[in-house]
T-cell receptor, first 110, second 112 residues
Framework: KQEVTQIPAALSVPEGENLVLNCSFT??????LQWFRQDPGKGLTSLLL?????REQTSGRLNASLDKSSGRSTLYIAASQPGDSATYLC?????????FGAGTTVTVRA | EAGVAQSPRYKIIEKRQSVAFWCNPI?????LYWYQQILGQGPKLLIQ????????DSQLPKDRFSAERLKGVDSTLKIQPAKLEDSAVYLC??????????FGPGTRLTVT
């Protein structure tokens, strides 16, 4: 059974600092890995999807890396802004199913 | 393109009552998912439909939860009777088969 872990559970940084969010998974036989953002009381918004054959994916200030062999992914958010405050979840897809981590709640202080 | 629609957005019920949630997926998405997200946890898949057939319902508590997807489009998730531990956000998602999932805004259920 796939287990997905995100550490730390919460993070607080001053505006402008770069954010580094970690995700680890136990079974490396995955199809892809996805990072989501969740605002309070809202659904999930997909940020980046990395296929298992890729090492990284970039979108604007966001960059996600994937090391399948070690079961790790990292989401980098450059020059953080207060609007980046949210919970970030990673999910891995094996076969047809997504398995989620519990998320890292980020607060960016102005 | 319209997103995944869910209703109601919020529901408060007493334990042992019944409740139903509705989901309308993105047009053309054959695959529909229901997730349960308990506060502080990641979403957990309850049931996955491909068109109107069930692909996976291994984590659905079938003694109290039921779901259907009529005509392969809209879906309803029902809980009867509800327990305190069912308090959670219920998320619906849809996708093309084996493609990226798109999530609705969720229904927040409080059982008192």
């Amino acid at each position: 059974k796939q287990e997905v872990t995100q550490i730390p559970a919460a993070l607080s940084v001053p505006e402008g600092e770069n954010l580094v969010l970690n995700c680890s998974f136990t079974d490396s036989a995955i199809y892809n890995l996805q990072w989501f953002r969740q605002d309070p009381g809202k659904g999930l918004t997909s940020l980046l999807l990395i296929q298992s054959s890729q090492r990284e994916q970039t979108s604007g200030r966001l960059n996600a890396s994937l090391d399948k062999s070690s079961g790790r992914s990292t989401l980098y958010i450059a020059a953080s802004q207060p609007g980046d405050s949210a919970t970030y979840l990673c999910a891995v897809r094996d076969d047809y199913k997504l398995s989620f981590g519990a998320g890292t709640t980020v607060t960016v202080r102005a | 393109e319209a997103g995944v629609a869910q209703s109601p957005r919020y529901k408060i019920i007493e334990k042992r009552q019944s409740v139903a949630f509705w989901c309308n997926p993105i047009s053309g998405h054959a695959t529909l998912y229901w997730y349960q997200q308990i506060l502080g946890q990641g979403p957990k898949l309850l049931i996955q439909f491909q068109n109107n057939g069930v692909v996976d319902d291994s984590q659905l508590p079938k003694d109290r939860f039921s779901a259907e997807r009529l005509k392969g489009v809209d879906s309803t998730l029902k809980i009867q009777p509800a327990k305190l531990e069912d308090s959670a956000v219920y998320l619906c998602a849809s996708s093309l088969p084996n493609y990226e999932q798109y999530f609705g805004p969720g229904t927040r259920l409080t059982v008192t």
